[in-house]
């Protein structure tokens, strides 16, 4: 089969040159080509030369030229790719053959060891010309007028200039410090470390002066790693000197890296310091968990030893798990007070050694703890009691509230019973109910009366257990006492009714204790609430609402408002929720998310979608605080029911415009 195909020319002096072309391409095929005698055609007249030639030349033309046409396409490629390869090349030779030299260069030329401390300078092995001395003068002149009119980068710039040249050795103390100073300032803290390997490199060995002001400035700007780098570069040539080595051993600890302060703690006690110092030694040995150097350096400073020290030495033995130690520890230093004009021990150090007793659930131990802090005229605080309370919970009630009982029910009544209501309310704090109840009839029986603070937290307790009863025989023994109940156990034993649904007894007890002259706050008023949604007695709690203001002098508020709806909800009382909704309305109070929140479910349910509409506007009103998962749910349902097709399309138009993603239910429409 043979396919023909047409060749239009255009008459010139060129036109023999086509023929010969397609010839060529097809040498192997020549036998296969038939064409005809052609004369070329007059200037400006076109030529149509027809070719005939097989089909299976025809393909495998369209495939040669396919490769072709791909190859051109990819030539820029290839011409980037070798490009590349031929410029890594070039930079791996040339780039390893300047890194030889330069170690070559290194080993030929040493550099020379600083010179002790204390000396000014170390030798260059350069000789530097007059002229260059001076104009390093000039310059360092200049950067630093610069570092102080907080023109740093142009400092900088001027110190790089000098840095080229190889004069950056000459420049001195006074200039480094300024720029290691001027680099914290501005958080350049690489430019800072650079600074103080040139110096370390040049032979410069600062002054004490120095590492104080450069230290205190670093730790100030808590740049702790710089500090510990700083004593890497230099480490023996940094002098003896309290405040620097304070300041580095400060940055092993706040780096947590303890292992780091040995050798630390040692140059610093080579410098002159006071006993009152030794209180870093303490803390390095409780980042350690050394007891032995610890109570050793207790040992020799005897009666120079300060509280912070010995609460040091107590916290040690404490995280090591030697409690007793500690607690003989204690009693060592109430004999070495004797000795003192000040007091050695405080209640920060018998809360120490009770934590470790109370972690450990020792009861007696720190009942001994606290009849030695009561001996000694020190006053318990919450963290005592909290120690107390640990080693207390695993014992028996009674055992408990009876050792308290001898412990501090026996003398100074105003103080004990103080005490004993903080036990009370840690005991209902931690789950401990029948111990504060236990504690609190041993009191009864030392005929300590409980202050209200006491009687509130046990009710309390007793309500959140669902023992309404007892709460209410302890009121009743506080009325017996001559005490008034406050608005917080009213409302405490209001929400005891709503546990058991009891709206009469609930009612009852407000009206009782209105009567007697607790004033209810707006918690009182919103357990109230609750209790009469969760009753159904929505109209007694509209109604209580409508007459709050008048009664007891707080207007409603849009917390009030939505309590009451919600309880509507709760009984499906949809009509009575949309009448509080527009009582709070035509009192002149918006409602916020959570009223949108609560009521757009209801109303969605009921299918009041006309009642929907006008909250989802007044939701569009704030956007900031949009309920969202409510709106798509609203829409979701409506696109689903009967809803009017225009409420569907301008809930979906309002919800797109605040930019709230509208989920797939909401979205498949109708």
Request: glycine share 6%; hydrophobic share 40%.
């Amino acid at each position: 089969m043979a396919s023909q195909h047409y060749c239009r020319a255009v008459g010139s002096a060129s036109f023999p040159s086509v023929l010969p072309f397609v010839c060529s391409s097809h040498t192997a095929r020549r036998s296969s080509l038939h064409f005809g005698p052609v004369e070329a055609p007059p200037s400006g007249r076109t030529l149509y030369v027809s070719f005939h030639y097989p089909s299976d030349i025809l393909l495998e033309n369209a495939v040669v030229f396919e490769q072709l046409r791909g190859l051109h396409l990819c030539r820029h490629e290839f011409i980037v790719l070798a490009t590349f390869a031929i410029s890594f090349t070039l930079w791996r030779h040339f780039g390893r053959s300047a890194r030889q030299s330069r170690k070559v260069g290194l080993v030929e030329a040493p550099v020379e060891k600083c010179p002790a401390p204390k000396a000014p300078r170390g030798k260059s092995s350069r000789n530097f010309t007059d002229q260059e001395k001076e104009h390093v003068k000039a310059a360092e002149k200049e950067m630093l007028a610069f570092l102080a009119s907080c023109e740093f980068t142009r400092a900088l710039n001027q110190y790089r200039g000098l840095q080229r040249t190889g004069l950056e050795v000459l420049l001195s103390e006074e200039l480094f410090a300024s720029f290691v100073q001027s680099a914290v300032r501005v958080n350049k803290v690489d430019v800072a470390e650079r600074m103080l390997r040139t110096m370390r490199r040049g032979g410069l060995v600062p002054s004490p002066e120095f590492w104080q002001h450069t230290m205190k400035l670093l730790s100030s700007r808590r740049y702790f790693e710089l500090c510990l780098s700083a004593y890497s570069i230099f480490e023996h040539l940094i002098p003896a000197d309290k405040v620097t080595f304070s300041c580095l051993i400060n940055a092993a600890l706040e780096l947590n890296l303890p292992d780091r302060t040995p050798p630390l703690l040692a140059k610093f006690s080579e410098a002159s310091i006071a006993p009152k110092d030794y209180v870093l030694h303490f803390r390095c040995y409780v980042a350690l968990g050394n007891v032995k150097d610890a109570e050793r350096l207790f040992q020799q400073l005897d009666t120079k030893a300060t509280t912070l020290m010995l609460n040091l030495l107590l916290l040690t033995c404490i995280n090591c798990g030697r409690s007793e130690r500690a607690f003989e520890l204690l009693q060592e230093a109430h004999e070495r007070e004797r000795r003192m004009k000040e007091p050695l021990v405080d209640i920060v150090s018998y809360n120490t050694v009770m934590k470790g007793f109370g972690t450990a659930r020792s009861r007696l131990r720190c009942f001994e703890c606290m009849r030695s802090l009561l001996k000694h005229n020190l006053q318990p605080d919450d963290i005592t009691l909290g120690a107390l309370l640990d080693a207390c919970m695993a014992e028996n009630d009674h055992t408990v509230a009876s050792e308290i009982s001898e412990l501090f029910l026996k003398n100074n009544e105003e103080l004990n019973r103080v005490m004993c209501t903080l036990l009370i309310k840690g005991f209902v704090r931690s789950g401990g109910l029948q111990k504060a109840l236990a504690l609190f009839e041993t009191m009864k029986q030392a005929s300590v009366v409980p202050d209200i603070i006491a009687y509130s937290v046990l009710i309390k307790g007793l309500v959140d257990q669902h023992h309404l009863k007892q709460a209410l025989d302890i009121l009743e023994e506080m009325k017996a006492n001559g005490q008034i109940p406050d608005d917080i156990i009213l409302t405490h034993l209001l929400e005891g009714c709503r546990y058991e649904r009891n709206c009469e007894l609930g009612r009852q007890i407000f009206q009782d204790q209105v009567a007697l002259g607790v004033a209810p706050s707006d918690v009182t008023f919103v357990t109230l609430l609750k209790l009469f949604g969760r009753c159904g007695a929505h109209q007694e709690a509209l109604e209580l609402v409508q007459s709050w203001e008048k009664r007891f002098g707080g207007k409603p508020t849009v917390i009030h408002y939505t309590c009451l709806m919600s309880g509507c909800f709760r009984t499906r009382k949809y009509d009575s929720a949309w009448a509080a909704f527009e009582l709070m309305l035509a009192s002149g109070i918006e409602p916020d998310a959570t009223t949108i929140a609560t009521m757009l479910p209801g109303m969605v349910a009921s299918q009041q979608w006309d009642r929907v509409m006008i909250l989802a506007r007044k939701a569009f009103r704030d956007a900031s605080n949009l309920p969202v998962e409510a709106l798509n749910h609203a829409l979701a349902q409506m696109s689903c029911s009967s809803a009017p097709s225009q409420f569907v399309e301008e809930l979906k138009a309002s919800m797109k415009q605040a930019g709230i993603r509208i989920s797939a239910r909401g979205a498949a429409g109708r």
